[in-house]
């Protein structure tokens, strides 16, 4: 079931976000949450970086499980998503390294890493709670459009629009990876409950064609629709088009 939470601006809807994740984990203070990188979430997690600060909430009970993480990329490269986690959350909020968890992006033996995380998860019980973003093509995590659903943590290959906009992060186009290690969408779709946040006119179009056209992996957050607890929070630029 879709829930929707329109907020006047990027600000309040950054905000909303941050009081979704805060009352997960009034609730149960050891949530494990599912956390995503890029533009998208920072203005959330200064939020809720403010919330823990001020008092409100005490995020540091919890575990968290990263949707994906470049192939070829150490955790300590400035561009992996595990430095991106380490800068703008995890530090902030005080969590140790055993309980977060990013794929390694430099495994060996690529495959059996993803079994591994895959599994990691489940022995953790599951994701409470799973923060996603919206790719202008309708992506969740890397899935990019494809002829059938994911249904593991699987080997992405990037598509040329996602490292044209991921160049922006990198010195050089040559620099952006071509591969990342991400969560299936049978992966995300096991979280207890879904939090989508997509701010901006730029992602009006792909926010009414994923939540209300057909269901189909060419618009792999289209799968949400079949979620039984997916609350999708947009300032009113992005809910323009619906």
């Not at 598509?159 to 040559?174: H, L, V, Y």
Request: aromatic share 8%; proline share 5%; charged share 20%.
């Amino acid at each position: 079931m879709l829930h929707w939470i329109v907020c006047p601006t990027r600000e309040a809807q950054a905000k909303a976000c941050a009081a979704v994740l805060a009352a997960q984990v009034l609730q149960k203070p050891d949530s494990v949450l599912g956390l995503a990188t890029g533009s998208t979430p920072l203005a959330i997690y200064r939020e809720m970086i403010a919330l823990q600060n001020e008092g409100v909430v005490n995020f540091s009970n919890v575990r968290t499980f990263n949707l994906d993480e470049y192939i070829g990329l150490s955790h300590d490269h400035p561009q992996s998503y595990r430095s991106f986690m380490e800068t703008n959350l995890f530090v902030e909020l005080g969590l140790r390294s055993e309980q977060t968890h990013v794929p390694d992006g430099m495994a060996e033996d690529l495959s059996a890493e993803c079994a591994a995380y895959e599994q990691a998860i489940e022995q953790a019980g599951g994701i409470d709670l799973q923060l996603l973003g919206i790719g202008h093509d309708g992506h969740i995590a890397f899935n990019e459009p494809a002829e059938a659903f994911t249904r593991t943590v699987f080997v992405a290959t990037l598509t040329a629009a996602t490292i044209s906009a991921n160049q922006r992060f990198f010195a050089r186009p040559e620099d952006v990876p071509r591969t990342a290690l991400s969560m299936g969408v049978g992966s995300i779709m096991r979280a207890n409950r879904i939090l989508l946040s997509a701010f901006g006119r730029d992602k009006a179009e792909i926010v009414r064609d994923a939540f209300t056209g057909p269901v189909t992996p060419q618009i792999s957050a289209s799968i949400l629709q079949f979620h039984p607890d997916c609350t999708i929070v947009l300032d009113e630029e992005a809910a323009s088009a619906l």
